[in-house]
């Protein structure tokens, strides 16, 4: 079974930075991703994922060039480092993980069936 929990979230100001931390354990992932939710949105916005061996590493338009994705097989943990963030990035961000081993939709949250409670971040302006 597949056990995810974030950490890292916080209250920033516009232009700063955050790190966000995914505990795993479980085995078999094949791919990780983040999504986040927005206030007063219903559904969950992809935001970046990563293969199990680093390998295709896929970002929103939207936070292209100011987030990066990491793993590190060895602890356990998958990272998304924020920068040069915005008040529109406010949100609930999720870790998600998958065990499928082909995964073309690494975009859609239907993909991942396993998913942390999420870790709040919020950008003022």
């Known amino acids: 079974q597949v056990r995810l929990v974030e950490s890292g979230g916080g209250l920033v100001q516009a232009g700063g930075s955050l790190k966000l931390s995914c505990a795993t354990s479980?085995?078999?992932?094949?791919?990780y991703a983040w999504f986040r939710q927005a206030p007063g949105k219903e559904e969950r916005e992809f935001v970046s994922?990563?293969?199990?061996?680093?390998?295709?590493?896929h970002y929103a338009h939207s936070v292209k060039g100011r987030f990066t994705i990491s793993r590190d097989n060895h602890e356990n943990m998958v990272y998304l480092q924020m920068d040069s963030l915005k008040p529109e990035d406010t949100a609930v961000y999720y870790c998600?993980?998958?065990?499928?081993?082909?995964?073309?939709?690494?975009?859609?949250?239907?993909?991942?069936?396993?998913w942390g409670r999420g870790t709040q971040v919020t950008v003022s302006s």
């Open positions: 479980g085995r078999a992932i094949t791919t």
């Open positions: 994922n990563i293969r199990w061996n680093g390998a295709g590493e």
């Open positions: 998600a993980a998958t065990t499928t081993y082909s995964v073309p939709n690494y975009d859609y949250a239907s993909t991942y069936e396993a």
